[in-house]
């Protein structure tokens, strides 16, 4: 996949969580220089891209899934920059804590199993929407500062 400032700023809440939920310190250290150097790259990123050194079409890189509609509605992702990323972070925290019931699936009642299966879907298909948002949204802010100039 390209960089681009959603898969950016979904690896950054993907290496808080580890953070928050490890203990061993040489896991902290390593996450820490993780964390670091993703700021580095979204800083560095945002920057080009403002700049206009980053061709618009290599802003965006949508995941185009392709899945039943049907059967299958997600939450609408919308709203400010902030507000997207925001959401993108929540959706993480969400999946990471549906996650760790399939790492011990047999423990999850055969009524359940099928309801986690169905929300781990659901919410990957949510933190690709918001990443394609993220993505949008910076697009979106880049054109308008080249179309002022």
């Known amino acids: 996949m390209a960089e681009t400032l959603g898969s950016l700023c979904d690896k950054l809440t993907i290496v808080k969580l580890k953070q928050w939920h490890s203990e061993e310190s040489a896991r902290l250290a390593s996450l820490a220089e993780q964390e670091k150097q993703l700021k580095n790259e979204i800083d560095e990123f945002t920057a080009a891209a403002i700049a206009g050194q980053i061709p618009l079409?290599?802003?965006?890189?949508?995941?185009n899934k392709v899945y039943k509609k049907e059967g299958n509605?997600?939450?609408s992702v919308q709203g400010s920059m902030g507000d997207i990323f925001s959401r993108l972070a929540e959706v993480n925290?969400?999946?990471?804590h549906e996650q760790e019931k399939v790492y011990?699936?047999?423990?999850?009642?055969?009524?359940?199993?099928?309801?986690?299966?169905?929300q781990?879907?659901?919410?990957?298909?949510?933190?690709?929407?918001?990443?394609?948002?993220?993505?949008?949204?910076?697009?979106?802010?880049?054109?308008g500062l080249h179309a002022k100039e």
């Open 57 to 63: 079409e290599k802003l965006n890189f949508a995941a």
């Open 73 to 75: 509605a997600i939450r």
């Open 93 to 96: 925290c969400e999946l990471w």
């Open 104 to 118: 011990e699936f047999d423990k999850v009642p055969v009524e359940q199993k099928d309801k986690v299966v169905k």
């Open 120 to 143: 781990l879907a659901l919410l990957n298909l949510e933190r690709n929407q918001c990443i394609d948002q993220i993505d949008k949204s910076l697009r979106a802010f880049v054109e």
